[in-house]
Each structure stands twice: as C-alpha cells, then as structure tokens.
C-alpha cells in the first residue's frame, strides 16, 4: 500500500519537518510524486522518516488500522509526531500550483457595454442599425 521512498524524498520529508514552522519549504516536488494518491498512501510512505525524526517508533496496526504502520502511543515524542504527519500528510495533498487549474479571467461584455451606452444616447433608428451592424 505504501510507497517505496526513494532517499531524495525522504531527505524533503526531513527537510519539510525541519522547516515546516518557517512555511519556507517547497513541497512542489513531493505533491508531484504523490499526484493522485489518497491519503492513507501518502501517510504509510511518509510515516518512517516522521518517526525516525521524532524517536517515535512504528510498529503494525491492530484492529481497524491492521496491515498499517502506526506511530507507537508509548513514546515520548508521539503527539508531536503524530500533528506533524497529519500536517506533512495535508500540506502534500493540496494541488501543486503547476496542476491547479487557472483562474478564468472575468469577461467583459464589450458589445453588452457599448449598447448600453449607445441606448442611452439620442441615435435615429438608422444610426443606431448602422452601428449594431457594426458591431
């Protein structure tokens, strides 16, 4: 189910963890590599390099998280550890900027707008035929 890091990836994991406060890393690469992967994915390939950072040891599922690595309850550093696997988690989930779709600039209707003020205007039938011809 998990991911096989390569060492680069675990080497931004560590960095991301050591830099996370500062906002300062740039997580474009990783949420390339987890395009399209859930979140349960991204957790089980991140999970180690989290642990080893923290001294927190990962040890197997039992019940409903059987056949996952899970941080160990009984280590000193574990609530640390594990807000900042959710938060790693999270902050590679979110679409890259490089696929997030563009902004749709706002249209405006020029012909909308230059009728408008032509209406406003005292135009026989005639001119005001010629200029929506014009148009």
């Keep these: 189910m998990a991911k096989n890091l390569q060492p680069a990836y675990v080497a931004m994991i560590k960095s991301a963890l050591v830099n996370m406060d500062k906002l300062a890393v740039n997580f474009a690469e990783l949420q390339d590599y987890f395009y399209g992967d859930n979140a349960d994915v991204i957790r089980q390939s991140i999970i180690h390099p989290v642990a080893k950072h923290y001294n ?8 409903k998280a059987a056949g996952t690595y899970v941080l160990d309850k009984d280590s000193t550093n574990y609530e640390t550890a594990k807000k900042q696997l959710q938060r790693l988690t999270a902050k590679i989930m979110e679409p890259s900027k490089a696929k997030a779709e563009p902004t749709p600039k706002k249209r405006i209707d020029l012909v909308a707008q230059v009728l408008k003020y032509i209406e406003g205007k005292k135009l026989t039938d005639k001119q ?3 200029v929506k011809a014009a148009l």
Excluded at 56 to 63: C, D, F, K, L, S
């Design 56 to 63: 927190v040891a990962v040890i197997e599922g039992q019940r």
């Design 128 to 130: 005001l035929a010629k």
